[in-house]
């Protein structure tokens, strides 16, 4: 097959792009696929795409521009029967994802989860929601999934690496749209994905994997050269040649556990900020002037003594409650597939370097706690940009789309003098960028579940550095920042896994 690359399509073109192949070629083809799909906005809206090409003598058109050879690689695992076993703690992308590999290899795989099944988790999301009962190992945090289940389920990345073909072919034989092969900004929505992981799990119980949900491992089972040889839960013990941890950021109570087990952890580097909400058609019209039907999302920076940044951005999207324990606030954000709420939010974080706390799980709860008590419920702290500017406060230019309701608060108390300043030095960049920004937004908090403040240090067999056969992988283990990054590294953890074991075979 050939690769063709950077051709040009005005938007609602797309049903010519066979005959634009055709023409470049100056010939027939057989078929095409579409390997990338981007938009170039900064004139004329197009979309720009690279498209793998069927068609007789490919050899003849290698030496025009932009067309070269395009073989896709065959990354499925080679079966062999491996009288291992793989434990994996946590059921997010690292988890789904490195259970496959395994099973896929050959081995034994169980799969432990502190929360529930999706059906049975939407039922209590739904119900945290609407009436505020909060069920701590039940929630947008914990379950079949991850937090990623509860999200816009993005599926961008930065990395490049031949696996992301893999992840991709993966969620579509699932059930996922063909369009997240090649859309550049890729999602699949909250109730899209939802439907992909319950079905790979499935398919992983019948390729026989065993799972173990509402079960959370509550200590670990060491030999003396602290070798993992078996995991401990409150319904029994379980052996394991391996174990995988895949835990998210919010498993507070696992990685107290890690730490009684002298387990090396790191800090490292967080952010806290709040959700900013804006009228959907304010971002469509300042991105695109309203050119293209899909609701439009931005991407912003600011460079200060402290950075600033756009995470998680959510066009037409919803903020949710996403705590996972009593009597604290944490929001964070969410897309259906459609997009279609009318409202557009993303959080607004600010850099806080690892020398500011002694423990960042205690610092983030701390926010999160303050925040409780200010409402002295589980309504979010909110306020218009334009107030927190002024230090002023005005009921909201519309309400917000959390569900639990908003109560209106100074966001200068939240933060010190200085994040104040370089936060406000930040609004005033995004408002030159996206003009309206203060004027028309508000703001929802706190946020602060977008990293995991410490990071289990791993050695070069993907082990931790101090715990043979324990396998840090995914966001928790500080490994990761989205769904893709998380499932890329629950690959490499499975590969190292197969990898090692083919070394002992030789």
């Given at each position: 097959?050939?690769?063709?690359?950077?051709?040009?399509?005005?938007?609602?073109?797309?049903?010519?792009?066979?005959?634009?192949i055709?023409?470049?070629?100056?010939?027939?083809?057989?078929?095409?696929?579409?390997?990338?799909?981007?938009?170039?906005?900064?004139?004329?809206?197009?979309?720009?795409?690279?498209?793998?090409?069927?068609?007789?003598?490919?050899?003849?058109?290698?030496?025009?521009?932009?067309?070269?050879?395009?073989?896709?690689?065959?990354?499925?695992?080679?079966?062999?029967?491996?009288?291992?076993?793989?434990?994996?703690?946590?059921?997010?992308?690292?988890?789904?994802?490195?259970?496959?590999?395994?099973i896929?290899?050959?081995?034994?795989?169980?799969?432990?989860?502190k929360?529930?099944?999706?059906?049975?988790?939407?039922?209590?999301?739904?119900?945290?929601?609407?009436?505020?009962?909060?069920?701590?190992?039940?929630?947008?945090?914990?379950?079949?999934?991850?937090?990623?289940?509860?999200?816009d389920?993005?599926?961008?990345?930065?990395?490049?690496?031949?696996?992301?073909?893999?992840?991709?072919?993966?969620?579509?034989?699932?059930?996922?749209?063909?369009?997240?092969?090649?859309?550049?900004?890729?999602?699949?929505?909250?109730?899209?994905?939802?439907?992909?992981?319950a079905?790979?799990?499935?398919?992983?119980?019948?390729?026989?994997?065993?799972?173990?949900?509402?079960?959370?491992?509550?200590?670990?089972?060491l030999?003396?050269?602290?070798?993992?040889?078996?995991?401990?839960?409150?319904?029994?013990?379980?052996?394991?040649?391996?174990?995988?941890?895949?835990?998210?950021?919010?498993?507070?109570?696992?990685?107290?556990?890690?730490?009684?087990?002298?387990?090396?952890?790191?800090?490292?580097?967080?952010?806290?900020?709040?959700?900013?909400?804006?009228?959907?058609?304010?971002?469509?019209e300042?991105?695109?002037?309203?050119?293209?039907?899909?609701?439009?999302?931005?991407?912003?920076?600011?460079?200060?003594?402290?950075?600033?940044?756009?995470?998680?951005?959510?066009?037409?999207g919803?903020?949710?409650?996403?705590?996972?324990?009593?009597?604290?606030?944490?929001?964070?954000?969410?897309?259906?597939?459609?997009?279609?709420?009318?409202?557009?939010?993303?959080?607004?974080?600010?850099?806080?370097?690892?020398?500011?706390?002694?423990?960042?799980f205690?610092?983030?709860?701390?926010?999160?706690?303050?925040?409780?008590?200010?409402?002295?419920?589980?309504q979010?702290?909110?306020?218009?940009i334009?107030?927190?500017?002024?230090?002023?406060?005005?009921?909201?230019?519309?309400?917000?789309?959390?569900?639990?309701?908003?109560?209106?608060?100074?966001?200068?108390?939240?933060?010190?003098?200085?994040?104040?300043?370089?936060?406000?030095?930040?609004?005033?960049?995004?408002?030159?960028?996206?003009?309206?920004?203060?004027?028309?937004?508000?703001?929802?908090?706190?946020?602060?579940?977008?990293?995991?403040?410490?990071?289990?240090?791993?050695?070069?067999?993907?082990?931790?550095?101090?715990?043979?056969?324990?396998?840090?992988?995914?966001?928790?283990?500080?490994?990761?920042?989205?769904?893709?990054?998380?499932?890329?590294?629950?690959?490499?953890?499975?590969?190292?896994?197969?990898?090692?074991?083919?070394?002992?075979?030789?």
């Amino acid at each position: 097959m050939l690769l063709i690359s950077d051709i040009k399509l005005k938007i609602h073109e797309e049903d010519r792009l066979q005959e634009k192949i055709e023409k470049i070629l100056n010939h027939p083809i057989r078929s095409f696929t579409i390997r990338k799909r981007s938009l170039d906005a900064r004139k004329e809206p197009v979309y720009v795409y690279s498209v793998a090409v069927d068609v007789e003598h490919e050899e003849r058109y290698l030496k025009k521009k932009g067309i070269s050879f395009y073989r896709k690689k065959d990354l499925k695992a080679e079966y062999k029967e491996r009288n291992e076993t793989c434990i994996i703690a946590g059921y997010g992308p690292s988890g789904i994802f490195s259970a496959w590999r395994l099973i896929e290899a050959g081995y034994h795989v169980t799969v432990f989860e502190k929360g529930k099944r999706i059906k049975e988790r939407e039922a209590d999301v739904k119900r945290f929601f609407e009436e505020g009962i909060l069920d701590e190992d039940s929630n947008v945090q914990f379950g079949e999934g991850g937090a990623g289940t509860f999200s816009d389920a993005k599926l961008t990345t930065r990395l490049k690496d031949p696996y992301i073909d893999f992840i991709l072919d993966l969620l579509v034989e699932h059930g996922g749209n063909e369009s997240i092969r090649y859309e550049h900004h890729a999602h699949i929505g909250t109730d899209q994905i939802r439907k992909i992981i319950a079905a790979i799990t499935d398919d992983l119980i019948e390729k026989g994997c065993e799972f173990h949900f509402s079960e959370e491992i509550t200590d670990l089972e060491l030999d003396e050269e602290r070798h993992v040889r078996a995991v401990i839960t409150k319904q029994g013990r379980y052996q394991c040649d391996h174990f995988l941890l895949g835990i998210g950021h919010s498993a507070h109570a696992t990685f107290e556990m890690l730490k009684r087990k002298d387990v090396y952890m790191e800090k490292k580097d967080i952010a806290v900020g709040f959700r900013v909400e804006h009228p959907q058609s304010l971002i469509d019209e300042r991105q695109t002037g309203n050119k293209i039907e899909a609701a439009n999302e931005y991407f912003l920076t600011h460079k200060d003594t402290k950075g600033v940044y756009s995470f998680c951005m959510c066009p037409g999207g919803i903020v949710v409650p996403a705590m996972s324990e009593k009597q604290t606030v944490v929001t964070n954000g969410m897309s259906y597939a459609a997009r279609d709420s009318g409202t557009a939010n993303s959080a607004i974080l600010i850099q806080v370097k690892q020398e500011e706390f002694s423990d960042g799980f205690e610092y983030l709860k701390q926010i999160e706690k303050k925040a409780y008590e200010y409402s002295s419920s589980y309504q979010a702290l909110s306020q218009n940009i334009g107030d927190y500017m002024n230090g002023e406060l005005h009921p909201l230019h519309f309400t917000s789309t959390y569900p639990l309701k908003t109560v209106l608060y100074d966001f200068n108390e939240l933060f010190t003098e200085e994040e104040n300043e370089i936060l406000k030095r930040a609004f005033f960049d995004f408002d030159r960028k996206i003009p309206g920004f203060i004027e028309k937004g508000i703001m929802v908090g706190p946020e602060t579940r977008s990293s995991c403040p410490v990071r289990i240090v791993r050695n070069e067999k993907m082990e931790s550095v101090n715990t043979p056969k324990l396998y840090p992988m995914g966001e928790g283990a500080g490994y990761g920042g989205g769904i893709v990054s998380c499932a890329l590294d629950g690959i490499r953890i499975a590969n190292a896994i197969i990898s090692e074991y083919e070394q002992i075979q030789k």
